[in-house]
């Protein structure tokens, strides 16, 4: 299974993006997504974990309210909609799985280590 993260680029402070995990070799309900965040010289953030089989969808405080999760079953893709972007949601965006697979997330869910498949990830940037 792979995945790859895409829609990042440059936006102003209020504004909006949609980023797409697209994922191949396997089909994407059946896996718990997670969302993760790296701005340069911090360490990983969970920003979303989302559970297959239209299990619950887990958010950071930081992002609530702002930030949607959704999966589409038939183009096998899970995306992040994100609004009302801040310039410290600049970072690189990564889609990834469960490490051991599962369809569940975790309660406890944004530990980094507990994830794989990290593949390129996506830039976002806020800026004026």
């Known amino acids: 299974v792979q995945l790859q993260a895409s829609g990042g680029g440059l936006v102003q402070p209020g504004g909006s993006l949609r980023l797409s995990c697209e994922v191949s070799?396997?089909?994407?309900?059946?896996?718990?997504i997670g969302w993760f965040r790296q701005a340069p010289g911090k360490e990983r953030e969970g920003v979303s974990c989302?559970?297959?089989?239209?299990?619950?969808?887990y958010y950071a405080d930081s992002v609530k309210g702002r930030f949607t999760v959704s999966r589409d079953n038939v183009t096998n893709t899970v995306y992040l909609e994100m609004n009302n972007l801040k310039p410290e949601d600049t970072a690189v965006y990564y889609c990834v799985t469960r490490a051991n697979w599962s369809s569940r997330c975790k309660t406890k869910w944004t530990l980094a280590a507990d994830f794989s498949n990290w593949g390129q990830g996506t830039q976002v940037t806020v800026s004026s």
């Open positions: 989302s559970s297959g089989m239209d299990g619950g969808i």
């Open positions: 070799g396997g089909t994407v309900n059946y896996f718990a």
